[in-house]
């Protein structure tokens, strides 16, 4: 019996994950075959080490290597670009046994993947600051800030996950009178790279209304409701200079 391309390409996928492929015995038999399922696995144990770097900074190399291996026998790639490769590998680090004295670890490699998902996000053009001259701040109130799309947010309201990314991520020492407390964190795509900032929850409660298309006005109100200390006019002043919003629709 003959098998169309895609047929051969799923059973060969199947033989690949030790799932059965009858129709391939002949060639799955043949040693080469367990070299280049090892060859195949390597390719995404590698590809999640450097796509969570701060994960495997933070647990070892043996580790990571170990789950990131028991995650690639679960979920395959589905792209060829290997950069996307583990968008549910935070999930997984959260469920995993041997993370359980981790809580931390699964948040940050969401942070992680927010990075890369703002580096491989499109360029979008940024609001700037002299667009806003002349402005009455009644008239700016009602404009929707719109976001790029190179832009990331996470509130976490126990444990301060920006600094153990941020730490990690540029080798940095632990601080040692840093509280364990809740942070935020802002990722954004600018001219020298993918930058991270720290964010309160005010701030990722801003953003969030901005995206759920509220007017500045109207978001900046549920900031407030969020956070009544929240200064802000500096908030707003960081998020511009982190070129987070899309210039200004007038028409």
């Not at 840093?178 to 701030?203: F, I, M, S």
């Amino acid at each position: 019996m003959k098998h169309t391309l895609g047929q051969f390409q799923d059973a060969f996928i199947d033989a690949l994950y030790q799932r059965p492929a009858p129709e391939l015995d002949a060639l799955t038999s043949q040693a080469a075959f367990a070299i280049y399922r090892n060859t195949v696995l390597k390719g995404c144990v590698d590809a999640l080490c450097d796509n969570f770097p701060s994960v495997e900074r933070l647990v070892g190399t043996p580790w990571m290597r170990a789950a990131a291996a028991e995650y690639a026998w679960r979920s395959p790639p589905t792209d060829a670009r290997m950069v996307r490769y583990g968008a549910a590998f935070p999930a997984f680090l959260a469920d995993l046994e041997s993370a359980r004295e981790l809580p931390y670890l699964a948040d940050v490699a969401r942070l992680d993947r927010d990075w890369l998902d703002v580096f491989c996000a499109p360029a979008d053009p940024s609001l700037e600051l002299t667009s806003l001259l002349g402005m009455t701040a009644s008239d700016l109130g009602e404009f929707c800030l719109r976001l790029r799309r190179a832009v990331r947010w996470r509130w976490f309201e126990t444990q301060p996950v920006y600094s153990l990314w941020h730490c990690s991520r540029e080798g940095l020492d632990w601080p040692e009178e840093l509280p364990w407390v809740g942070e935020g964190a802002l990722l954004a795509a600018g001219p020298e790279g993918v930058v991270g900032l720290p964010l309160e929850k005010g701030g990722c409660a801003f953003l969030d209304a901005c995206a759920a298309g509220h007017s500045l006005d109207q978001a900046s109100a549920l900031a407030l409701q969020v956070q009544s200390d929240l200064d802000f006019t500096d908030l707003l002043g960081r998020l511009l200079r982190a070129g987070v919003f899309r210039p200004l629709c007038l028409d």
